[in-house]
């Protein structure tokens, strides 16, 4: 059984939560230096409130006469979550070339959700208007949002993925992969007839765009009719050039960002405003809903009862919270385990700061034993801490458990979303090992959600004092001023 609890300001045991402090962008700082990087640091320019409120009803009226609609993302869109971009006033190569230091997220990479207009696209692509998505970020906040895999090209690769060169298995993980470049990493593929030694997917300088991603993005390009980009600065080939393959079969090319790109004399239409305000106009001028989002992490109980070669009275076990992507990799979302013995005062409890989350202890057999188990999460989780009763029985059989995975993970989604806060738990499959006395039970846990206002269901009027509207064409008003903000709810 699980439990989860509000506790907003304590954790278990009543010991404070840390809070969240700011974190370097690995990833920015695995990066080659290299002195050339384009212009940086430009102006940024916003389109007056009127106008920008006519170009988002202009887009809306494209996005739902489109037949084919791609989306080319960059840095832009992941500010709002934290993360900051390369080339805008802050941005990682604006303060490499003033002499400063790389600038500090929010909240951890692995942490980052995403925005509301990774969202925005998830709606897109759920209604079947957006057709596939070309992304120039290393970020898998697209992944993460619910955009799949099959519709989306990571052209510059995925600080969160590795891939096995031998037979191509994609490795998405929970941590962010060490190294950057194609280099190999400290693990090999799980599949017992291939084993090879798994590599990074995020591009450096020097490395060429991996032909599957670019293929398929070339593909989607010339057959769009429209491509929208959103948050990017188009300045680095050959990805820039991808949006204009659209223009040869007279698809048409919309830019929404700050500062301008040498791409703008060649788009239909080019928006001067923050991509979450323009995303969030024209989904409710289309009456559509942004989707919430909530985040699923898995990890493992490793019970292991160890055999003894003569007969006693004791049982030896150990205990160990690990990594669905192996006993050595790390745990990034869980900061510490607490192991009790509610019916047990003579045990002493146990608490676990540091990976790998390993007890060890010898207990009697004839005694069933009812353990609970604090998990309590890192800093970036919505959830503060669960509790995991686990019990025990060392002289019965512990039955097998096997649950499809999607339908659990959707299950806690729909639940979290429901109940508006985070931290329902479930189990997705225990495996029994006879031979060795191993038990490892795998479980899930909602660990973020995040929501979105709804906006007013009927604009003000002008005449009667209230900010100008743009319609649809089909009984829609919006006031652009009005967007929904992003929800975190903490539980």
């Given amino acids: 059984m699980v439990h989860c609890f509000d506790t907003h300001k304590f954790c278990s045991r009543g010991r404070k939560f840390k809070k969240i402090k700011k974190m370097s962008l690995g990833y920015a700082e695995k990066l080659s230096y290299k002195e050339d990087v384009g212009d940086v640091g430009m102006s940024e320019f916003f389109d007056s409130p009127d106008e920008l409120q006519l170009k988002i009803n202009r887009l809306a009226k494209m996005i739902k006469k489109s037949k084919h609609l791609v989306a080319f993302t960059g ?7 934290g993360i900051p971009d390369f080339r805008g006033p802050k941005g990682v190569w604006t303060l490499q070339r003033e002499g400063k230091g790389i600038p500090e997220a929010s909240l951890p990479f692995h942490r980052a959700s995403p925005s509301i207009t990774h969202m925005a696209l998830v709606g897109l692509e ?5 057709k596939f998505v070309i992304s120039q970020n290393v970020d898998s906040l697209h992944l993460r949002s619910g955009i799949p895999r099959q519709k989306l090209s990571e052209l510059h690769g995925n600080s969160f993925r590795e891939v096995c060169p031998s037979c191509g298995t994609e490795y998405l993980r929970d941590f962010e992969v060490e190294t950057i470049g194609l280099k190999e990493t400290s693990r090999r593929c799980s599949d017992t007839k291939c084993g090879a030694k798994l590599r990074d997917s995020v591009l450096d300088w020097e490395d060429e765009l991996p032909p599957n991603e670019m293929n398929a993005a070339e593909k989607h390009c010339r057959i769009a009719d429209v491509v929208l980009c959103l948050g990017t600065s188009l300045q680095i080939t050959p990805a820039c050039n991808l949006p204009l393959k659209s223009l040869r079969n007279g698809g048409k090319m919309v830019i929404v960002n700050l500062q301008e790109t040498p791409k703008d004399n060649r788009a239909s239409l080019v928006i001067r405003g923050f991509v979450d305000k323009v995303m969030a106009g024209v989904l409710h001028l289309l009456k559509m809903k942004i989707p919430s989002y909530v985040r699923v992490d898995l990890f493992q109980i490793i019970f292991n009862q160890f055999r003894c070669t003569s007969e006693t009275k004791y049982a030896k076990w150990s205990l160990r919270v690990t990594s669905v992507h192996g006993e050595k990799a790390l745990l990034p979302f869980i900061e510490s385990v607490e192991v009790t013995f ?40 919505g959830c503060r801490f669960i509790s995991i009763d686990f019990p025990i029985d060392f002289e019965a059989s512990t039955d097998d458990i096997n649950e499809d995975k999607n339908t659990v993970i959707q299950q806690l989604r729909d639940m979290a979303n429901e109940d508006q806060f985070c931290g329902q738990s479930s189990v997705i499959d225990r495996k029994v090992i006879s031979a060795t006395g ?13 929501q979105y206002n709804e906006l007013p269901s009927k604009s003000t009027d002008v005449s ?13 008003d919006l006031p652009t001023s009005s967007v929904p903000s992003k929800k975190v709810r903490v539980h």
Avoid at 75 to 81: E, F, L
């Fill in 75 to 81: 840095a832009g869109i992941s500010t709002s979550c």
């Fill in 342 to 381: 509610p019916e047990r005062p003579e045990l002493k409890p146990a608490v676990l700061h540091q990976q790998p989350f390993l007890l060890k202890r010898e207990t009697l057999k004839s005694r069933p034993l009812h353990m609970v188990l604090w998990i309590n999460f890192s800093e970036g989780c």
């Fill in 438 to 450: 191993k038990t490892i039970s795998t479980y899930a846990v909602a660990t973020n959600i995040a």
């Fill in 126 to 130: 759920q209604a079947g208007i957006l």
């Fill in 464 to 476: 009667n004092g209230g900010r100008e509207t743009v319609n649809l064409g089909n009984g829609v």
